[in-house]
């Protein structure tokens, strides 16, 4: 069955770059039928897309424009996991990050943990 | 962005009553390629991340217990439970898939009368 692992620090400073991995099980991230996301989830923000990639005979990906400039999903085929770059953070970015995938239902079917991360000094 | 509305933002249903969620789309969310409404439901338990319901407006996730429902089409939709149990005290999503950026409703607690 598919599984989503995440890892990456709890505590970034301000202005420095937010990083978070998701390492998949039972599938891939080359898959050309699922796609890999990132989503956030904050008190003040509630549930909130990030971004994704995919691959269709090539890589492609998706950005909030709320976010554009600032953030960076890279997959990473050798380990199948993909990541999430997130820069020049500020405390508003503080929130639990998880991954998840889109699959044939173009819905998130399955979710990582999620990483709680704080934005302080 | 399509903006997501739920209603209402907390119920409390008495065990073995039925529940009713609604979310409005700002847009139809009826996707010309597939002709089904991309509009998914979610659970959300304190600690855990959301975890599928419903896809494609009435399609039930795998596993998913049948007193889940999903109907509406257009901008309005509904989540169903029939007869609410003890586990389904949680928060309930709904989320579309039509455009980008996908984004989610505001979330509606459900709690035991």
């Known amino acids: 069955q598919v599984q989503l692992q995440q890892s990456g620090p709890g505590l970034v400073k301000p202005s420095q770059t937010l990083s978070v991995t998701c390492a998949i099980s039972g599938d891939s991230v080359s898959s050309n039928n699922a796609a890999w996301n990132w989503i956030r989830q904050s008190p003040s923000r509630g549930l909130e897309w990030l971004g994704r990639t995919y691959y269709r005979s090539k890589w492609f990906d998706d950005y909030a424009p709320s976010l554009k400039g600032r953030i960076t999903i890279n997959p990473d085929t050798s380990k199948n996991q993909f990541s999430l770059q997130l820069n020049s953070v500020t405390p508003e970015d503080t929130a639990v990050y998880f991954c998840?995938?889109?699959?044939?239902?173009?819905?998130?079917?399955?979710w990582g943990q999620g990483t709680l991360v704080t934005v302080s000094s | 962005d399509i903006v997501m509305i739920q209603s209402p933002d907390s119920l409390a249903v008495s065990l073995g009553e039925r529940a009713t969620i609604n979310c409005k789309s700002s847009q139809n969310v009826l996707h010309s390629s597939t002709n089904k409404h991309c509009l998914a439901w979610f659970q959300q338990k304190p600690g855990q991340p959301p975890k599928l319901l419903i896809y494609w407006a009435s399609a039930r996730e795998s596993g998913v217990p049948d007193r889940f429902s999903g109907s509406g089409s257009g901008a309005d939709f509904t989540l169903t439970i029939s007869s609410l149990q003890a586990e389904d005290v949680a928060v309930y999503y709904c989320q579309q898939c039509h455009s980008i950026p996908l984004t989610f409703g505001g979330g509606t607690k459900v709690e035991i009368k």
């Open positions: 998840a995938r889109t699959g044939s239902g173009w819905a998130f079917d399955r």
